[in-house]
């Protein structure tokens, strides 16, 4: 298996082995698991070869759809299983009644 726990895609310096991990539990995650990266989206070959070679079974994209859409992964991961997480759905315009009644009321005094 290629050594991904000291080595870097070279068009993705954010990857990494998160194996040696603690757990909330006590224990620790293997090493070869479970990887993190930043947007997986230009990689050179070397870069892609080293990703079929680790078998990723799961991909969970973190980024929204837009970005998603403007960005796809590499053709590499398409063998992988996709979960896709926006992250940006929790974090719309905030809808507190007392904050739209303070907004209102705001409006009114600057017309």
């Known amino acids: 298996m290629h050594n991904v726990q000291n080595s870097r895609l070279q068009a993705a310096p954010a990857f990494r082995d998160l194996g040696g991990l603690p757990t909330r539990g006590g224990a620790t995650l293997r090493h070869g698991q479970i990887f993190r990266s930043s947007a997986l989206t230009e990689l050179h070959a070397a870069d892609e070869a080293a ?39 929790g974090l719309r315009a905030h809808t507190d009644p007392i904050f739209e009644r303070m907004c209102a009321q705001d409006r009114k005094s600057v017309v």
Do not use: K
Request: net charge negative; glycine share 8%; proline share 3%.
């Open 51 to 89: 990703l079929i070679e680790l078998g990723l079974c799961l991909v969970c994209d973190l980024r929204s759809g837009g970005e998603r859409m403007a960005f796809p992964c590499v053709s590499v991961l398409d063998q992988s299983t996709r979960l896709n997480i926006d992250l940006t759905e």
